[in-house]
């Protein structure tokens, strides 16, 4: 009979919840009386067969072995005083099931706290396995996340010791779970570390997309289809899967285990790899583009306490709105009204600068050792980044001012003719071009396979990104700055639109069979009105909200817009005037507002937490983006009209007399511990 909650287990455990149950044991909340904190009780089932009961301590004897941060410890090994029944202890862990961590959204928030984790668990698996140990039965309730987020493994009830037998089989059926189980192991052949590794790519998967990689009526076809399938590509399931995270996943998902990655080490190499391409595809400047739709970027400076200026170089031309300062790797960009795209090193050191016939003002992007960069002529060029030859060139009607996007094999790029071009990203052929009827100076903000793009007319279009077609459009004032745009749950996102009139709409979108889509319930959030004209970008990220802060109203999307950390979503937005706003995401309340000197045209730009904004009148600032506190500020002598750049561990920033500067913490590492307290 099983156990049930009130019951004080061995004088110790006060049973306080259910958290599981299997064929064998139960698994309890419980309060221990001695030692007065929460742990995990997992207790056999009385009158089992005595095969389960060996096997119940043969996992109480492993896991006892196994002290790594990524297994979860034994605490305690006792037996329930009447039944006589095996229990053990474990640490509560607090974070719920991995799948907590995805679906993977583009950010990098998410996507930081999603490879960190599955190289922990590779790792830890990596350690198990050098035991001689293999698990045999990953899944997202084995992987269970501690309150840091991070995964520990669990559950070594199917542990297959090597020098044991290899088929355990119950009454035909093979142990384990259909949905994560490697080929091997499903076919009943022999099973080794390698069929861990699948069972983890699989589990990895599912975190990622939302679903596993192969789904089916029964174990059957499900089994048929890890024997016999490929997986299919997670960026289909995911748009905001990055190339780099799939590449591991499909890898690990190879049917032959000698076609994976060799073992849990090599593993957590690789998604080390993923994350520093993720990093760069996020700091790389796709300015309010392609994948950077939120504003903020992974790598901006650690600490601004004192920020200074690093170096300060002239460039060929004065730098005006809508320019943006883009980096990759150790190059920072920007477009000047003299008719260039300037390259500077990190350092300050001229790289090169590439020519065109009219000014540069649309924000440049970089791709592998190439760069797109539009002008004031509607030329658009692609041109490598060693010796500066042009790959080729698309002439539009009028002017391109805003950046060029990378989506898939293409460069969706919008200009002032009204259209959007689609060109091929090799050749530089147009694929198909999108009449908006209205100037458009913003970029496209592509998300759940569709191009969401504002004309200056007023209207929000919404685009098949592949095909071109059209889905739906909707009025929503007139347009000049790129809008911002966060996912905030397994295929929904908000995008905030801020209209040059001053009205900030919230849109809720859906992803209705793979293509954004207008929420039918509620497409309107919320609306603010800045009364104030907007030049810039909105900015979005997620905050944790300081504990005083205000309560966010429950519901439904007061808990759509919850990260995985507990924060919320804080919408930034600048007016011309110079009031600077923090919105709440989920119903639009004020936060914050701070004044800045001088008319705010710059888009401000949020990386580690702070919020970066510059105006006109040459005032720089870094604020707290939870409150809005002043980290730090800075009065340069000419003004700000171009986006900055906080990428790298420094802020660079191009103002309008022509002067492009880097300013880096000039704090000593040996400080950060509190050595000096001034
Ligand atoms: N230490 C723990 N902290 C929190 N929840 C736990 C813990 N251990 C187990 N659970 C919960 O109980 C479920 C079953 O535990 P598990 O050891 O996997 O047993 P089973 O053999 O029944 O799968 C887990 O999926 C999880 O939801
Ligand atoms: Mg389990």
Same mark, same amino acid.
């Given at each position: 009979?099983?156990?049930?909650?009130?019951?004080?287990?061995?004088?110790?455990?006060?049973?306080?919840?259910?958290?599981?149950?299997?064929?064998?044991?139960?698994?309890?909340?419980?309060?221990?009386?001695?030692?007065?904190?929460?742990?995990?009780?997992?207790?056999?089932?009385?009158?089992?067969?005595?095969?389960?009961?060996?096997?119940?301590?043969?996992?109480?004897?492993?896991?006892?072995?196994?002290?790594?941060?990524?297994?979860?410890?034994?605490?305690?090994?006792?037996?329930?005083?009447?039944?006589?029944?095996?229990?053990?202890?474990?640490?509560?862990?607090?974070?719920?099931?991995?799948?907590?961590?995805?679906?993977?959204? &583009?950010?990098?928030?998410?996507?930081?706290?999603?490879?960190?984790?599955?190289?922990?668990?590779?790792?830890?698996?990596?350690?198990?396995?050098?035991?001689?140990?293999?698990?045999?039965?990953?899944?997202?309730?084995?992987?269970?996340?501690?309150?840091?987020?991070?995964?520990?493994?669990?559950?070594?009830?199917?542990?297959?010791?090597?020098?044991?037998?290899?088929?355990?089989?119950?009454?035909?059926?093979?142990?384990?779970?259909?949905?994560?189980?490697?080929?091997?192991?499903?076919?009943?052949?022999?099973?080794?570390?390698?069929?861990?590794?699948?069972?983890?790519?699989?589990?990895?998967?599912?975190?990622?997309?939302?679903?596993?990689?192969?789904?089916?009526?029964?174990?059957?076809?499900?089994?048929?289809?890890?024997?016999?399938?490929?997986?299919?590509?997670?960026?289909?399931?995911?748009?905001?899967?990055? &190339?780099?995270?799939?590449?591991?996943?499909?890898?690990?998902?190879?049917?032959?285990?000698?076609?994976?990655?060799?073992?849990?080490?090599?593993?957590?190499?690789?998604?080390?790899?993923?994350?520093?391409?993720?990093?760069?595809?996020?700091?790389?400047?796709?300015?309010?583009?392609?994948?950077?739709?939120?504003?903020?970027?992974?790598?901006?400076?650690?600490?601004?306490?004192?920020?200074?200026?690093?170096?300060?170089?002239?460039?060929?031309?004065?730098?005006?709105?809508?320019?943006?300062?883009?980096?990759?790797?150790?190059?920072?960009?920007?477009?000047?009204?003299?008719?260039?795209?300037?390259?500077?090193?990190?350092?300050?050191?001229?790289?090169?600068?590439?020519?065109?016939?009219?000014?540069?003002?649309?924000?440049?992007?970089?791709?592998?050792?190439?760069?797109?960069?539009?002008?004031?002529?509607?030329?658009?060029?692609?041109?490598?980044?060693?010796?500066?030859?042009?790959?080729?060139?698309?002439?539009?009607?009028?002017?391109?001012?805003?950046?060029?996007?990378?989506?898939?094999?293409?460069?969706?790029?919008?200009?002032?003719?009204?259209?959007?071009?689609?060109?091929?990203?090799?050749?530089?052929?147009?694929?198909?071009?999108?009449?908006?009827?209205?100037?458009?100076?913003?970029?496209?903000?592509?998300?759940?396979?569709?191009?969401?793009?504002?004309?200056?007319?007023?209207?929000?279009?919404?685009? &098949?990104?592949?095909?071109?077609?059209?889905?739906?459009?909707?009025?929503?004032?007139?347009?000049?700055?790129?809008?911002?745009?966060?996912?905030?749950?397994?295929?929904?996102?908000?995008?905030?639109?801020?209209?040059?009139?001053?009205?900030?709409?919230?849109?809720?979108?859906?992803?209705?069979?793979?293509?954004?889509?207008?929420?039918?319930?509620?497409?309107?959030?919320?609306?603010?009105?800045?009364?104030?004209?907007?030049?810039?970008?909105?900015?979005?990220?997620?905050?944790?909200?300081?504990?005083?802060?205000?309560?966010?109203?429950?519901?439904?999307?007061?808990?759509?817009?919850?990260?995985?950390?507990?924060?919320?979503?804080?919408?930034?937005?600048?007016?011309?005037?110079?009031?600077?706003?923090?919105?709440?995401?989920?119903?639009?309340?004020?936060?914050?507002?701070?004044?800045?000197?001088?008319?705010?045209?710059?888009?401000?730009?949020?990386?580690?937490?702070?919020?970066?904004?510059?105006?006109?009148?040459?005032?720089?600032?870094?604020? &707290?983006?939870?409150?809005?506190?002043?980290?730090?500020?800075?009065?340069?002598?000419?003004?700000?009209?171009?986006?900055?750049?906080?990428?790298?561990?420094?802020?660079?920033?191009?103002?309008?007399?022509?002067?492009?500067?880097?300013?880096?913490?000039?704090?000593?590492?040996?400080?950060?511990?509190?050595?000096?307290?001034?």
């Amino acid at each position: 009979m099983p156990l049930e909650t009130g019951v004080l287990l061995a004088g110790r455990y006060d049973l306080r919840a259910l958290l599981g149950e299997g064929g064998s044991a139960q698994v309890f909340r419980a309060g221990d009386a001695l030692l007065g904190r929460e742990v995990a009780v997992k207790v056999m089932h009385a009158h089992v067969p005595e095969s389960d009961r060996r096997r119940f301590l043969r996992e109480v004897r492993t896991l006892a072995r196994l002290t790594h941060p990524g297994v979860v410890p034994v605490l305690d090994l006792g037996e329930e005083h009447e039944g006589g029944r095996p229990f053990f202890t474990m640490p509560l862990l607090t974070g719920g099931p991995i799948t907590a961590l995805g679906p993977l959204e &583009d950010a990098p928030g998410p996507l930081a706290r999603f490879l960190t984790a599955a190289a922990f668990a590779s790792r830890a698996l990596h350690f198990v396995h050098a035991q001689g140990i293999v698990h045999r039965d990953l899944t997202p309730g084995n992987v269970l996340l501690d309150g840091a987020g991070l995964p520990r493994i669990m559950d070594f009830g199917l542990v297959a010791l090597s020098e044991q037998t290899r088929h355990l089989t119950r009454s035909g059926v093979t142990l384990g779970t259909p949905a994560y189980m490697a080929p091997e192991q499903a076919k009943g052949a022999g099973v080794d570390a390698r069929s861990d590794l699948y069972a983890l790519g699989a589990v990895l998967y599912r975190v990622a997309c939302g679903s596993p990689p192969f789904v089916g009526d029964s174990d059957q076809s499900v089994l048929y289809q890890h024997v016999y399938e490929a997986a299919p590509d997670p960026r289909e399931l995911n748009p905001a899967i990055p &190339d780099a995270v799939a590449q591991v996943l499909l890898a690990l998902l190879a049917k032959r285990p000698e076609r994976r990655p060799e073992n849990g080490e090599v593993l957590a190499h690789l998604w080390a790899l993923a994350r520093r391409d993720v990093w760069t595809a996020h700091a790389r400047g796709q300015y309010r583009g392609g994948r950077v739709r939120s504003g903020e970027h992974p790598d901006g400076p650690a600490r601004v306490a004192r920020l200074q200026e690093a170096w300060s170089v002239p460039l060929p031309g004065e730098v005006t709105w809508p320019a943006a300062v883009v980096g990759e790797g150790d190059l920072v960009a920007v477009g000047t009204r003299g008719g260039q795209l300037v390259l500077t090193h990190t350092s300050g050191r001229p790289y090169a600068t590439f020519a065109a016939r009219d000014e540069v003002t649309a924000p440049a992007t970089f791709l592998g050792g190439h760069v797109l960069y539009g002008a004031w002529d509607g030329t658009l060029r692609r041109a490598e980044l060693q010796g500066g030859a042009e790959v080729w060139r698309h002439q539009a009607r009028a002017e391109f001012t805003g950046a060029p996007t990378v989506w898939a094999d293409r460069v969706l790029a919008a200009s002032r003719d009204g259209h959007l071009h689609a060109l091929n990203l090799r050749t530089g052929e147009l694929a198909w071009a999108y009449r908006t009827g209205g100037p458009l100076a913003a970029s496209p903000v592509i998300w759940a396979g569709a191009a969401l793009l504002c004309d200056e007319n007023g209207w929000l279009h919404a685009i &098949d990104a592949r095909s071109g077609a059209p889905l739906w459009k909707v009025e929503v004032g007139t347009v000049h700055a790129t809008p911002a745009l966060l996912p905030t749950g397994p295929a929904e996102a908000t995008l905030v639109v801020a209209t040059w009139p001053g009205e900030v709409h919230a849109l809720h979108l859906s992803a209705a069979s793979g293509r954004a889509a207008l929420s039918a319930a509620e497409p309107i959030l919320w609306t603010y009105d800045l009364e104030d004209e907007v030049w810039a970008s909105p900015a979005i990220a997620r905050s944790a909200l300081p504990a005083s802060g205000p309560a966010l109203p429950g519901g439904p999307d007061g808990e759509a817009a919850r990260g995985p950390a507990g924060g919320h979503g804080v919408v930034v937005v600048a007016g011309w005037g110079g009031t600077v706003r923090a919105l709440r995401l989920p119903d639009g309340e004020d936060l914050w507002s701070h004044a800045l000197e001088g008319r705010v045209t710059a888009s401000p730009v949020i990386s580690g937490g702070l919020v970066y904004l510059a105006s006109e009148l040459g005032e720089l600032a870094a604020l &707290d983006l939870g409150t809005g506190a002043v980290r730090w500020t800075r009065r340069e002598r000419t003004g700000v009209q171009a986006t900055p750049l906080a990428a790298g561990g420094a802020l660079y920033v191009a103002f309008m007399d022509g002067t492009l500067r880097a300013y880096r913490d000039a704090t000593p590492a040996w400080t950060a511990g509190g050595a000096r307290d001034d």
